[in-house]
């Protein structure tokens, strides 16, 4: 089993800036792509982020392109969102996941375990 744990969020002013991070436990996901998450109030939960296990392929939505970078760091065992240019569309929960197969998945059925979530909440 893994176990993922966010943090890193918070409120944050439109134009600024915020780092998420999610932790790996229970076992290593060097060799599982990543991705991030979020669920705005009242909305569907929607695919920001994805990595490959190397970290050599990303993937985002086109709504954060440009703005988010995802990474990660493999000897941590840990994944993060950069998160620049913040909107208050961006506000939402977001979320952490790893998927055993697929190279950087952008749907939700593609990962196997997910965290608990970090609010995020960008004031206008």
């Known amino acids: 089993q893994v176990q993922l744990v966010e943090s890193g969020g918070g409120l944050v002013q439109t134009g600024g800036s915020l780092r998420l991070s999610c932790t790996a436990s229970?076992?290593?996901?060097?060799?599982?792509?990543m991705g991030w998450f979020r669920r705005a109030p009242g909305k569907e939960r929607e695919f920001v982020a994805a990595?490959?296990?190397?970290?050599?392929?990303?993937y985002y939505a086109d709504s954060v392109k440009g703005r988010f970078t995802i990474s990660r760091d493999n000897a941590k065992n840990t994944v993060y969102l950069q998160m620049n240019s913040l909107k208050p569309e961006d506000t939402a929960i977001y979320y952490c996941?790893?998927?055993?197969?697929?190279?950087?998945?952008?749907?939700?059925?593609?990962?196997?375990?997910w965290g608990q979530g970090t609010q995020v909440t960008v004031s206008s």
């Open positions: 990595v490959s296990w190397g970290g050599s392929s990303t």
């Open positions: 996941a790893a998927a055993r197969w697929g190279t950087a998945p952008i749907r939700i059925a593609a990962y196997d375990y």
């Open positions: 229970g076992r290593t996901v060097s060799t599982y792509a």
